[in-house]
């Protein structure tokens, strides 16, 4: 059976850091596309971050683009995103996501498997 598990989010300060955890059970992530998502209250999702199938190189959202790392550790069966200069506007509910064709996009509606999320807030 297919699950995520989130973790690492929590209360930070502008400027600092956090780092958030996707384990994977029941798939692969060397086979499929991987996101990382966010929602801020009233709010539509959106797309962090993604990495394709078997790629080096990660795609991520205008408002992150040097800021946020997404790695992927194959042999944990987990990705994660480094979060570094948070800004307030970075809070939300940060959930990982699989794109089973594998190649990733900025779509919410094109990934097939969602963690339930990790809060993240920025906050002085």
């Known amino acids: 059976q297919l699950r995520l598990v989130e973790s690492g989010g929590g209360l930070v300060q502008p400027g600092g850091s956090l780092r958030l955890s996707c384990v994977a059970s029941?798939?692969?992530?060397?086979?499929?596309?991987l996101g990382w998502f966010r929602q801020a209250p009233g709010q539509e999702r959106e797309v962090v971050s993604y990495?394709?199938?078997?790629?080096?190189?990660?795609n991520y959202a205008d408002s992150v683009r040097g800021r946020f790392t997404i790695t992927v550790d194959n042999a944990k069966n987990a990705w994660y995103l480094q979060m570094d200069s948070l800004k307030p506007e970075d809070t939300g509910l940060y959930s990982c996501a699989v794109h089973f064709p594998g190649w990733g996009t900025f779509r919410a509606d094109d990934y097939g498997a969602w963690g339930q999320g990790t809060q993240v807030t920025v906050s002085s």
């Open positions: 029941g798939v692969s992530v060397s086979t499929y596309g």
């Open positions: 990495i394709s199938s078997g790629s080096p190189y990660a």
